[in-house]
C-alpha cells in the first residue's frame, strides 16, 4: 500500500515560469492537504480538498496559486509567474473521507521547489 | 502573538535520557496533532489527540483541554530520535502549526 506520493521531489523554475506539484493520496483517502514550509519557518496550511472540491483554501496566497483535486488522478498545486519568495518545500498530506483535520494525516516526502 | 507554542525551540539530549517537549495553546480547539519532520525533510504524523493520553512504543502523548497544553514524550532517547518535533491544532476546521522543537540526542 503505497503512502502519499509527492513530484516532483525537486523542481527548479526560473521566475515567471509556471510550476506544478502533484499530489496521489494513499489509495482509498479522498482528502488532501497542502502546507507550506518556507526556509527556516514552520509549516503553514495553504488548501483542503476533497475530490472536485476545495473545502478550505483560507491559506492559499490569493494570486498565482491554485490547486486542484479533479474525480481522476492527483492533486495539483499550481503555481504561475513564480517569484523567489515561492521557494520552499510543499507538503501534501491525505486522510481518509469524513474525517478531514482530526483523522490521521498521512505525508508525502514534499517537494522542493526553488526559484532561480 | 502565535497561537501555538512550543518549549523548548532546542533540545540536546544523552542517549537514554526522558525527553519532554511541550505545547501550548491559546484557542478552543477540536484535535491536535504531533508531527515529526527528520533532518531529510519528511514528515511523519505521530499521534493525533483530542482527549487523554496516547503511547506508541517510547512516545507518549499527553493533553489537557482545560489548561491548552500538550505534552510529548520520549522514554530512552536515542540518537535516531534527532529530528523535529512540530505541534498543530485544529480548531475553526483550520490547522495551525507551532514552529517545533528541534531536538538532538547525542550517543
Not at chain 1, 499550481?78 to 494525516?105: H, K, M, N, W
Not at chain 2, 495553546?25 to 533532518?39: K, T
Not at chain 2, 511523519?44 to 517510547?58: E, Q, T
Request: charge should be positive.
Amino acid at each position: 500500500n503505497a503512502g502519499v506520493m509527492q513530484n516532483p521531489r525537486h523542481l527548479v523554475r526560473r521566475r515567471g515560469q509556471e510550476a506544478r506539484l502533484r499530489c496521489s493520496p494513499m489509495k482509498g483517502h479522498s482528502h488532501v492537504y497542502w502546507y507550506r514550509q518556507l526556509p527556516e519557518e514552520g509549516l503553514k496550511f495553504m488548501v483542503y480538498l476533497q475530490k472536485e472540491n476545495i473545502i478550505d483554501e483560507s491559506g492559499m496566497p490569493k494570486e498565482r496559486f491554485s490547486a486542484e483535486f479533479p474525480k481522476e488522478g492527483p492533486s495539483i498545486l499550481r503555481i504561475q509567474q513564480v517569484v523567489r519568495g515561492d521557494s520552499a518545500a510543499y507538503f501534501c498530506a491525505s486522510s481518509l473521507p469524513g474525517q478531514g483535520f482530526t483523522g490521521e494525516l498521512f505525508f508525502g516526502e514534499g517537494s522542493r521547489l526553488t526559484v532561480l | 502573538k502565535n497561537e501555538v507554542e512550543q518549549s523548548p525551540q532546542n533540545l540536546t539530549a544523552q542517549e537514554g535520557e526522558f525527553i519532554t517537549i511541550n505545547c501550548s495553546y491559546s484557542v478552543g480547539i477540536s484535535a491536535l496533532h504531533w508531527l515529526q519532520q527528520h533532518p531529510g525533510g519528511g514528515i511523519v504524523s505521530l499521534f493525533m489527540l483530542s482527549s487523554g493520553k496516547k503511547k506508541h512504543g517510547r512516545l507518549i502523548a499527553t493533553i489537557n483541554i482545560q489548561e491548552k497544553h500538550s505534552s510529548l514524550h520520549i522514554t530512552a532517547s536515542h540518537p535516531r530520535d534527532s529530528a523535529v518535533y512540530i505541534c498543530a491544532v485544529i480548531f475553526n476546521n483550520d490547522m495551525r502549526f507551532g514552529a517545533g522543537t528541534r531536538l538532538t540526542v547525542k550517543p
